[in-house]
């Protein structure tokens, strides 16, 4: 199994944070990265994401929800085609710093039999991606009212 996780420190409390992170409907107006989220958040749950590689055109995925846990983290299944072939569970973690400060884990496992090789061809990309989405949400937060 691959692995690709970033992490960012946000000058907010964690519910803030969960709020504006989970408000999925805002995500086209600032998040780089997952440029759209339709479908019930929850677990057993198929969702349908779109997501912008830099220099790509958007890929949509159909992933299903693994935990949707409240101020704490959100997890996902998706697979390229047939499971088995490239899987990724792609996974959000918050954690309290303290009372205002919150630190993002984000990352995801990848599997299947093509994942090294489409990781060579993309790994650099999804982790620009991952971060370039954690920097989007600490502006988000740090400077809104909510």
Not at 24 to 31: G, I, L, M, S, T
Not at 123 to 132: D, L, P, R
Request: proline share 3%.
């Amino acid at each position: 199994m691959k692995n690709i996780e970033t992490t960012i420190i946000i000058k907010a409390p964690i519910e803030k944070v969960w709020s504006i992170f989970t408000n999925f409907n805002e995500y086209p107006k600032w998040n780089p990265f997952i440029i759209s989220v339709k479908g019930e958040v929850k677990v057993g749950h198929q969702i349908e994401t779109t997501v912008q590689l830099e220099g790509m055109s958007e890929q949509v995925f159909k992933p299903q929800i693994l935990e949707f846990g409240k101020n704490y983290r959100l997890r996902w299944l998706g697979k390229l085609g047939t499971k088995g072939i490239f899987d990724g569970e792609h996974y959000f973690q918050l954690k309290v710093i303290d009372s205002q400060k919150t630190e993002l884990i984000h990352g995801e496992n990848f599997s299947g039999i093509l994942s090294g090789l489409l990781l060579k061809m993309i790994g650099e990309k999804t982790k620009n991606g991952f971060e370039a989405m954690n920097e989007a949400l600490k502006i988000e937060v740090e400077n809104n009212e909510y």
